[in-house]
């Protein structure tokens, strides 16, 4: 008979145990159905630890398109296996849970995009890639934080550009590359919530610490960054920088990489946000769990489903993604219609 005190020690290592089988069962399902796994960087660690591949949305995508699996499963959130899936059409995609949407969708309805759009014809609409498949149909590019000052750069001097749906990114871009864009009015409700005053104070604090920021920041945040970029340009500044102080204003999910690329003694300090909720969390990468990821992989659902029409319509504006990235030549239309 175990007295209490046994009882109580014993509790965290039938966890451990428990969470080891699960971790087993995912591995090996994964191999018997020749599934590709791929997951976001603001994925939990464990998560993270368990997939192919790890990445931003931009690296995501291409690695999509380098698999030779039949069935992808991303854990991330759903728009960015709706990309997955717009350039691999033929595969299926599976996601951990089909409510893992993204704020930035969300304030970029369709028919309310769709009317932005027609406002502005002859216009290209660059789109950030946290947006609905609807909203890539009747977008002429779709970027990345990683790629797009080179997809902007790419595109006429002469020609108006419709930036959205993140206006901080979109402010960012506009000032960095010194042109004029129209900016839809959203924002990450992740990364706005990061305080810049505290930021400031905090900054004080690590006089030595290199403060890292995500564009998506709002821009009284960004003042105070020695590096603004994309979540794996975020990365290659902890892995190369040999500074052992880093204040990194993006999801925490992040660090977790941070750690992984750096043996040394580095001090990673989660910047500040409003009040003290520890709301930049994403709350909806952390929908994903090994449990919902086991069913998925059990199940082969939930199944992202699109019809064929849209598939075509968005693919359109994916692909001129990756060709300007990759320096293929690209033609841009005269005008909305």
Same mark, same amino acid.
């Given at each position: 008979?175990?007295?209490?005190?046994?009882?109580?020690?014993? =509790?965290?290592?039938?966890?451990?145990?428990?969470?080891?089988?699960?971790?087993?069962?995912?591995?090996?399902?994964?191999?018997?159905?020749?599934?590709?796994?791929?997951? #976001?960087?603001?994925?939990?660690?464990?998560?993270?630890?368990?997939?192919?591949?790890?990445?931003?949305?931009?690296?995501?995508?291409?690695?999509?398109?380098?698999?030779?699996?039949?069935?992808?499963?991303?854990?991330?959130?759903?728009?960015?296996?709706? !990309?997955?899936?717009?350039? $691999?059409?033929?595969?299926?995609?599976?996601?951990?849970?089909?409510?893992?949407?993204?704020?930035?969708?969300?304030?970029?309805?369709?028919?309310?995009?769709?009317?932005?759009?027609?406002? #502005?014809?002859?216009?290209?609409?660059?789109?950030?890639?946290?947006?609905?498949?609807?909203?890539?149909?009747?977008?002429?590019?779709?970027?990345?934080?990683?790629?797009?000052?080179? =997809?902007?750069?790419?595109?006429?001097?002469?020609?108006?550009?419709?930036?959205?749906?993140?206006?901080?990114?979109?402010?960012?871009?506009?000032?960095?590359?010194?042109?004029?864009?129209?900016?839809?009015?959203? !924002?990450?409700?992740?990364?706005?919530?990061?305080?810049?005053?505290?930021?400031?104070?905090?900054?004080? &604090?690590?006089?030595?610490?290199?403060?890292?920021? #995500?564009?998506?920041?709002?821009?009284?945040?960004?003042?105070?960054? #020695?590096?603004?970029?994309?979540?794996?340009?975020?990365?290659?500044?902890?892995?190369?920088?040999?500074?052992?102080?880093?204040?990194?204003?993006?999801?925490?999910?992040?660090?977790?990489?941070?750690?992984? !690329?750096?043996?040394?003694?580095?001090?990673?300090?989660?910047? %500040?946000?409003?009040?003290?909720?520890?709301? $930049?969390?994403?709350?909806?990468?952390?929908? $994903?769990?090994?449990?919902?990821?086991? $069913?998925?992989?059990?199940?082969?659902?939930?199944?992202?489903?699109?019809?064929?029409?849209?598939?075509?319509?968005?693919?359109?504006?994916? &692909?001129?993604?990756?060709?300007?990235?990759?320096?293929?030549?690209?033609?841009? %239309?005269?005008?909305?219609?």
């Amino acid at each position: 008979m175990f007295s209490k005190a046994d009882r109580y020690s014993t =509790i965290p290592h039938i966890m451990y145990l428990n969470q080891n089988s699960l971790k087993e069962d995912i591995l090996s399902l994964k191999k018997e159905k020749n599934v590709t796994f791929l997951a #976001h960087y603001y994925e939990d660690g464990e998560i993270q630890d368990l997939a192919d591949k790890v990445g931003d949305s931009f690296f995501l995508a291409k690695e999509g398109q380098k698999s030779e699996s039949q069935i992808i499963l991303l854990a991330g959130v759903v728009f960015m296996a709706e !990309s997955v899936k717009i350039l $691999n059409p033929t595969k299926k995609v599976i996601v951990p849970d089909l409510d893992a949407g993204c704020s930035l969708v969300k304030e970029s309805p369709y028919e309310d995009y769709l009317k932005w759009r027609r406002q #502005h014809p002859t216009g290209i609409a660059v789109t950030y890639i946290n947006s609905s498949a609807e909203v890539k149909a009747i977008s002429d590019v779709i970027v990345t934080s990683s790629n797009a000052a080179a =997809i902007i750069d790419s595109i006429p001097k002469d020609r108006p550009i419709l930036f959205g749906p993140d206006k901080n990114l979109g402010s960012f871009l506009s000032k960095k590359l010194n042109r004029e864009m129209i900016l839809w009015p959203g !924002s990450c409700e992740v990364h706005i919530l990061f305080s810049a005053k505290k930021l400031y104070e905090l900054s004080l &604090q690590y006089p030595k610490a290199v403060v890292l920021a #995500h564009p998506e920041c709002d821009p009284a945040v960004l003042q105070y960054a #020695h590096v603004i970029g994309s979540t794996s340009r975020l990365l290659e500044e902890v892995e190369k920088n040999p500074a052992t102080q880093f204040i990194v204003a993006t999801e925490p999910g992040i660090l977790h990489q941070m750690k992984k !690329s750096r043996h040394d003694n580095v001090e990673l300090i989660e910047a %500040p946000q409003e009040g003290s909720c520890g709301c $930049n969390n994403c709350p909806y990468m952390k929908m $994903n769990t090994l449990e919902k990821i086991k $069913n998925a992989l059990l199940t082969e659902t939930p199944e992202i489903k699109m019809d064929s029409d849209l598939i075509n319509r968005a693919s359109i504006s994916l &692909q001129r993604m990756m060709d300007i990235t990759s320096g293929k030549p690209v033609t841009w %239309p005269d005008r909305f219609t």
